[in-house]
């Protein structure tokens, strides 16, 4: 057996290994799509492994050649098609489906072109090379923010373009792709070729797997820290969430303020009218937090009927005006179930992160304005003044 065919047989069953792995994370997660195209990607893979291995035993191997050409461009456009569904992108179905069959009625025309002519090498490798770049163009153009992973991977897919254009070249510097199409896997470019589509086509799918472990991990990570029906940070995710929004308005030199709230008389609310009363009035407090934060802003529900927010970037006036204008707001909102002449308030307490304490200190302020914006008779704003002797000012009361 000759080096590429040992090759071959690698990637054969590389392919049908990825193929099993990306179907287990389709399986795991079955609304997404794009594991399912990457699988089917590498299932097709398998196919044109299977069909290069078998091109010496055909006398006429130009339709086996075709077939292998086309299938290996169909596993390119699975893989973006993935790609797509994990990006966010619509996938070009229609322009790469239209390229798969022009390109394929090429290199059978081509075939009667002499073997070792740069136009009919080049007409079986720049198809691929051209779907590297389209799957580079589909990350490229996500509204997600590409993390270090992405980033990778786009360079990857672009060597691996590279690589594809590069191959005629190659092919041409070793001596050919072998005197006929049965002859090819006994060829030192067959070796260099298919040496070079393992490496990038398994850098591909780990990266991918990677990609996708790393997104199901986050979203499980997200679904533990959300609170079910307030749809914000629980007081873990908060806690979390809120030190690392902390730690980075410290490096940046920027000042952080947090706010604390508390719905007033919030027992007698469930007592009169019923939990389900209760908790619509969580959700719409909730609701005005996620509407009057920015994105960079962390809300959570720390307590019952406690809310906390971390506003980086924003000193204690600013936050003293976020707080009594989510106040006046909130007091003046009708809430269904309720009623229309019963309106709720909340209680706040503010407080400016200082040099020399650390997000719990930051804390432990502002839930103590917060206790004397509820000894002060509620729905009022209090703010700390400052870490020594625990002064709180008056803000405002309604």
Same mark, same amino acid.
């Given at each position: 057996?000759?080096?590429? +065919?040992?090759?071959?047989?690698?990637?054969?069953?590389?392919?049908?290994?990825?193929?099993?792995?990306?179907?287990?994370?389709?399986?795991?997660? &079955?609304? !997404?799509?794009?594991?399912?195209?990457?699988?089917?990607?590498?299932?097709?893979?398998?196919?044109?492994?299977? =069909?290069?291995?078998?091109?010496?035993?055909?006398?006429?191997?130009?339709?086996?050649?075709?077939?292998?050409?086309?299938?290996?461009?169909?596993?390119?456009?699975?893989?973006?098609?993935?790609?797509?569904?994990?990006?966010?992108?619509?996938?070009?179905?229609?322009? #790469?489906?239209?390229?798969?069959?022009?390109?394929?009625?090429?290199?059978?025309?081509?075939?009667?072109?002499?073997?070792?002519?740069?136009?009919?090498?080049?007409?079986?490798?720049?198809?691929?090379?051209? #779907?590297?770049?389209?799957?580079?163009?589909?990350?490229?153009?996500?509204?997600?923010?590409?993390?270090?992973?992405?980033?990778?991977?786009?360079?990857?897919?672009?060597?691996?373009?590279?690589?594809?254009?590069?191959?005629?070249?190659?092919?041409?510097?070793?001596?050919?792709?072998?005197? +006929?199409?049965?002859?090819?896997?006994?060829?030192?470019?067959?070796?260099?070729?298919?040496?070079?589509?393992?490496?990038?086509?398994?850098?591909?799918?780990?990266? #991918?797997?990677?990609?996708?472990?790393?997104?199901?991990?986050?979203?499980?990570?997200?679904?533990?820290? &959300?609170?079910?029906?307030?749809?914000?940070? +629980?007081?873990?995710?908060?806690?979390?969430?809120?030190?690392?929004?902390?730690?980075?308005? #410290?490096?940046?030199?920027?000042?952080?303020?947090?706010?604390?709230?508390?719905?007033?008389?919030?027992?007698?609310?469930?007592?009169?009218?019923?939990?389900?009363?209760?908790?619509?009035?969580?959700?719409?407090?909730?609701?005005?937090?996620?509407?009057?934060?920015?994105?960079?802003?962390?809300?959570?529900?720390?307590?019952?009927?406690?809310?906390?927010? =971390?506003?980086?970037?924003? +000193?204690?006036?600013?936050?003293?005006?976020?707080?009594?204008?989510? !106040?006046?707001?909130?007091?003046?909102?009708?809430?269904?179930?309720?009623?229309?002449?019963? !309106?709720?308030?909340?209680?706040?307490?503010?407080?400016?992160?200082?040099?020399?304490?650390?997000?719990?200190?930051?804390?432990?302020?502002?839930?103590?304005?917060?206790?004397?914006?509820?000894?002060?008779?509620?729905?009022?704003? !209090?703010?700390?003044?400052?870490?020594?002797?625990?002064?709180?000012?008056?803000?405002?009361?309604?």
């Amino acid at each position: 057996m000759s080096g590429a +065919n040992f090759i071959l047989l690698i990637n054969l069953s590389v392919a049908g290994l990825l193929a099993a792995s990306f179907l287990a994370v389709a399986l795991h997660e &079955t609304g !997404r799509a794009a594991p399912r195209w990457l699988a089917f990607g590498y299932l097709l893979g398998m196919v044109y492994f299977a =069909i290069e291995f078998s091109i010496p035993a055909f006398d006429n191997a130009r339709p086996v050649v075709v077939a292998a050409f086309a299938v290996f461009l169909g596993a390119t456009i699975a893989f973006n098609g993935g790609l797509a569904h994990k990006y966010g992108v619509a996938p070009p179905w229609a322009p #790469m489906l239209f390229f798969l069959l022009a390109t394929a009625v090429a290199v059978y025309v081509v075939q009667d072109l002499p073997r070792q002519s740069l136009p009919r090498m080049m007409a079986y490798q720049l198809p691929y090379a051209v #779907m590297q770049f389209i799957g580079l163009a589909i990350v490229w153009s996500s509204k997600q923010r590409p993390a270090r992973l992405d980033r990778i991977l786009m360079a990857v897919l672009a060597a691996s373009g590279l690589q594809f254009a590069s191959k005629p070249f190659i092919a041409h510097a070793l001596g050919g792709w072998g005197a +006929n199409p049965q002859a090819y896997v006994q060829s030192s470019y067959a070796l260099v070729s298919q040496s070079l589509g393992t490496v990038f086509g398994l850098a591909l799918a780990l990266l #991918m797997l990677a990609i996708l472990v790393r997104d199901v991990l986050a979203e499980v990570t997200s679904r533990s820290e &959300t609170d079910t029906l307030s749809r914000l940070l +629980n007081r873990g995710g908060f806690t979390r969430q809120a030190e690392l929004a902390v730690l980075g308005a #410290m490096r940046q030199g920027v000042p952080v303020a947090l706010v604390i709230a508390d719905l007033d008389h919030f027992k007698s609310v469930n007592d009169s009218f019923g939990h389900a009363s209760g908790d619509r009035v969580i959700e719409t407090f909730a609701g005005f937090l996620r509407e009057a934060a920015a994105g960079h802003h962390v809300a959570g529900r720390i307590g019952g009927e406690e809310f906390a927010i =971390i506003l980086p970037g924003t +000193n204690l006036a600013a936050a003293r005006l976020f707080a009594e204008g989510t !106040r006046s707001a909130f007091g003046a909102l009708p809430i269904d179930g309720l009623p229309a002449d019963n !309106r709720c308030t909340a209680s706040f307490g503010v407080a400016e992160l200082h040099p020399s304490e650390d997000f719990a200190e930051l804390m432990r302020r502002a839930d103590q304005a917060l206790y004397q914006a509820k000894n002060a008779g509620r729905d009022c704003v !209090r703010v700390s003044a400052g870490p020594t002797g625990e002064r709180v000012a008056t803000a405002s009361a309604g």
